[in-house]
């Protein structure tokens, strides 16, 4: 089976190549970690303390694990911690956030890539985040008796009839796995329906509400809101984050709309894809607005002359939107409002209390969105004239609004304890003996043959 799957990869991978050399050349995406990716030469592990191994795809799956993290050092501080991630931007924030823990790309599914790794790092437990089901690394790490756990588990609405369809294939995938923390009931089902053992999955919640910051006047706030020269600005700010191509212009379209009624508006713009940043000031200037850049203006942008138009601060630069969320009054969340993407993290803005408004395209996060629907504490904008529309009321109506985001913020605080949760079962997956023993110590129970052919 790992050479079969082995195969697989390296026709997908060839048939892949044009488009990725192409990025690499244009963008410099796919150069780095050639090593540790393909030949799963990660660094060399030196301690024999119980070691978890975090894996973490991207920027959202290595800032949740602040809070659980945090808590182990506290709860565990004789456990080693080491912590994989598969894109640059996530490896760059992992470095930032966890600058005293060893990161490292994660070698891609071959075979001997994650056998070498696993061997390099010689983890207690591998624990993937969220659902990332990698079935080389799952086997090998269950073959040399590392313990492999799934936390903050999730299987979308969209995405469950594809693993559903494959059900037949990931099965022995899933048996690997000693368990699965799920972020909701919804997930947890999902989890059984494709062949996880039931009495494996735990419904745990979702860490993302544990390390949501939710006081708009904590330090980082009050430096971002200096940084942006947003200090003494009179009126309120309205921050569009993590959007997508095309929902700038919608974005801007309704802040100039707003700002005809309401000048003192301030517009803050953070695209999903920072790179897209010297295109999208190059546009926003075509449109007729300054723009102060993130990345290349240093110095906090000057207050505007008198009659003249604020610019439009463009944030591009990556792990800043959390800060920046607690300066909104006013908040879109973008990859929204087209279909094919989404949505994106609409908790963020949630717990800093601001008044929360995204498209309809949310299959990302839909629990989250159900619970602040339910609430009234959120609204979705299906397009321009909604989106324009919502600015306006919400700023003619201020108490509503804030009420509305309050209203927010106290479903987020309502939603913590998934850290705790998580980390008692790691707790009881480390505290196991290794599964040659377990299945040494049952073959005991069912008698001296039994015992005679386990070992």
């Given at each position: ?72 050092h506290r709860r565990r501080p004789d456990w080693e911690v080491v912590i994989s991630t598969t894109t ?101 089902s999902r989890f059984r329906d494709i062949g996880m053992p039931a009495d494996r999955v735990t419904v ?199 009420a509305r985001g309050q209203s927010a913020r106290g479903f987020v605080l309502a939603q913590r304890g ?38």
């Amino acid at each position: 089976m790992p050479y079969l799957l082995d195969a697989a990869y390296v026709v997908l991978l060839s048939i892949c190549s044009p488009v990725l050399l192409l990025r690499a050349w244009r963008a410099g995406k796919y150069r780095d970690g050639y090593a540790q990716k393909l030949w799963g030469r990660v660094p060399r592990r030196l301690g024999n303390a119980p070691c978890l191994w975090f894996h973490a795809v991207s920027v959202g799956e290595v800032l949740l694990l602040r809070p659980l993290i945090a808590d182990l050092h506290r709860r565990r501080p004789d456990w080693e911690v080491v912590i994989s991630t598969t894109t640059p931007t996530g490896l760059d924030v992992a470095r930032r956030t966890f600058p005293d823990l060893v990161t490292f790309y994660a070698p891609l599914d071959f075979s001997w890539a994650v056998r070498r790794a696993l061997g390099r790092v010689r983890p207690t437990a591998l624990v993937l985040v969220e659902t990332e089901l990698w079935p080389n690394l799952i086997r090998a790490a269950s073959d040399q008796g590392t313990r492999v756990a799934v936390i903050n588990g999730r299987i979308s609405r969209r995405s469950h009839p594809r693993y559903r369809r494959f059900r037949s294939l990931l099965g022995p995938t899933l048996r690997r796995l000693d368990l699965v923390g799920a972020q909701s009931e919804e997930s947890a089902s999902r989890f059984r329906d494709i062949g996880m053992p039931a009495d494996r999955v735990t419904v745990t919640g979702s860490i993302k509400y544990d390390g949501l910051e939710s006081l708009r006047d904590a330090p980082k706030v009050r430096a971002m809101r200096r940084s942006l020269g947003l200090d003494d600005a009179a009126g309120p700010v309205f921050v569009a984050g993590s959007t997508m191509e095309g929902e700038e212009a919608v974005v801007l379209r309704s802040y100039q709309a707003a700002r005809a009624e309401h000048p003192g508006l301030r517009l803050v713009i953070v695209p999903r894809h920072p790179e897209r940043g010297a295109d999208l000031a190059r546009w926003i200037e075509g449109q007729g607005h300054p723009v102060w850049r993130r990345s290349v203006d240093r110095e906090p942008p000057a207050g505007p002359a008198p009659g003249a138009s604020p610019p439009v601060l463009l944030i591009d630069t990556v792990g800043e939107l959390s800060s920046i969320w607690g300066m909104a009054d006013l908040a879109f969340v973008g990859g929204s409002l087209f279909p094919g993407r989404g949505g994106q993290n609409m908790m963020e803005p949630s717990a800093f209390g601001a008044s929360v408004l995204f498209g309809p395209h949310t299959s990302n996060f839909r629990e989250a969105v159900e619970g602040l629907l339910d609430r009234r504490a959120a609204r979705v904008v299906r397009d321009e004239a909604e989106l324009t529309e919502a600015l306006r009321s919400d700023l003619a109506d201020s108490p509503s609004a804030r009420a509305r985001g309050q209203s927010a913020r106290g479903f987020v605080l309502a939603q913590r304890g998934a850290t705790g949760r998580t980390l008692g079962l790691l707790d009881r997956l480390v505290g196991r003996p290794p599964r040659e023993m377990q299945r040494h110590a049952e073959a005991l129970r069912l008698g001296p043959e039994s015992a005679s052919s386990a070992a």
